[in-house]
């Protein structure tokens, strides 16, 4: 059994992670400890039981030890399936053929399914597959490269990388299609779909949609029934049919097998129904329809995902400390859970081996090495040597001002000539009120938190081009566009470092939600701004809250 997404894991005994109920274990700050502690006992416990079995496997196929390891998944024996998994992995090795290194790649990927779906350790899960999609891609399997692309966006989700996420789901669509791989076919046109129900953006998948509603799948898939009622439903949503959508999402319910992971496919058509009652503005019923099936059945994913939707249907009701409630929930969920910097060391190592139209404008900044370190270095040059040059022009516009009499314009405003006296205005109506309309947005958008948010983002979300908003940005702002998002993002994190409710979530919790994507790179700026560290802020403010 290949586990490429959640709906194979009907097989988890109760007693296993996913049975227990996380809602109601108390936040500690002592938990990341424990909790490294017992991952670190497992590892041992692990490596102990890999290398008593391996050396009883000596000389057994490596296909052979992964049927074992796939026979034990089934049993619902996880921690032998792990072992043989464990060691078939180890016997990679360049020189051996290449059926055997489809078979190792094979054991990676059960790894890092493991690892990810049931133990939730999710660095150990992202290095697996890392090194199982470095490996296909030496060896040119692309059928194991559907797989393990299902299973890194799964990681993906969990980092806030939601493009990156989505853009990998697609890309195993595509291939298991090619592959006449329908298990992942429908296992990736379900996980993208509650992906972009999770990120407000169906609209984004109208091509999987047509693609998979117009494919003959064969009766064998056992989700195929589920996955159509599924399929019928996004279109419907994409169409502004929202009462048709919900009749065709019951459909769905109706068609969950017990065997497909039940709690987490009901939970899957719960998200996208309850996307359908927040696009016709009943909230209440949107909160109702996502807690029904959020019970400790679902993984910790799912939780995670239903926290932040969760979060953004009471900011549109207006219940703010709902809203911030759940919020420090989801994020809560990220401190205990994931190691940021752990995970962007690897994705560097990642971003060698997958497509640039999946990685996108991650290319650059995932380059590491050598290469890396000289990019660097060059840009850094290029930079100062831009900067020098404007300084530079700068001073000797102004020298030349001074000597010609002549005024130099200010930031946001226009110099005309009125029977020959210059005189100075600020910028027209049309700007100022597309500079309100900007200002508006980013007040009131939890977009501009997103990681991927842009300038094309925000003037497409306005209906007016892109230029023109970089334009009003600077005419009336005095800023560019990259410095005004800096600024609301700054604000926000401020707020939140000095708020009772973010007491125990992490700086780096709190600068990954806001948009980026690392806490040096926050820090860097929060400084800029603050003239302050992010720690020595939140210490500051408790400080002030304390002697009040």
Known sequence: MRMASGFRLSYIPRYSPMAINILSIPVKACRPIVLALLSLAAVVVFAQSAGSLGRRLAGVAVDKINSEG????????????????????????????????????????????????LHHDYIQAFSYLTKGLE???ETGYDKIKAKIYVNLAGVHTIFGDSAVAARLMSEAFRISKEQHDWYIYTAAFIDLANHLAVNDNLAGMKDEADDFSSTSI??????????????RGVKLYQQGRYDDCLKALKSAAGHVKPDLQEKICLHIVDMLA????????????????????????????SLYNSYKALSAFYAKMGAADSSEAYRVKYLLINDTTLSYSDYMRIRDHECRFLPARVMGELDTSGVSG?????????????????????????SRSRRKAKAGGRPTAG??????????????????????????MIRQFMETSAEIYQQDFSLE?????????????????????????????????????????????????????????????????FAMVFKKFTGVSPNEYQKEAFGKKASD
């Open 411 to 436: 930031r946001a405003t226009s110099v005309r000539h009125s029977g020959g006296v210059q005189q100075t205005t600020g910028p027209d109506e049309k700007t100022q009120e597309l500079a309100r």
């Open 274 to 301: 309850a996307k359908a009652y927040a696009a016709k503005g009943m909230y209440g019923m949107a909160v109702k329809r996502l807690k029904s099936n959020m019970t400790a059945d679902i993984p910790i994913y």
């Open 370 to 394: 050598i290469s890396g370190g000289l990019i660097a270095v060059l840009l850094a040059f290029v930079s100062a040597s831009a900067a020098g040059t404007m300084i530079w022009l700068r």
């Open 135 to 137: 490996i296909s891609e």
């Open 218 to 231: 064969p009766d064998s898939i056992k989700m195929k029934n589920y996955a159509l009622w599924l399929c």
């Open 457 to 521: 983002k925000m003037a497409a979300m306005l209906g007016i081009h892109t230029r023109t908003a970089s334009r009003v940005i600077n005419e009336v702002f005095g800023i560019n566009f990259s410095t005004l998002l800096s600024q609301y993002r700054i604000e926000e994190a401020c707020r939140r470092l000095s708020s009772p409710e973010y007491a125990n979530v992490t700086i780096q919790a709190v600068a990954v939600d806001i948009g980026f994507r690392s806490r040096s790179n």
């Open 70 to 117: 796939d026979r034990c998944l089934e049993e619902g024996k996880v921690d032998s399936a792990m072992a043989y998994y464990m060691v078939a992995a180890g016997r990679y090795d360049s020189a051996m053929d290449k059926d055997d290194k489809f078979s190792c790649v094979d054991a990676l990927n059960n790894i890092g399914a493991i690892k990810f779906f």
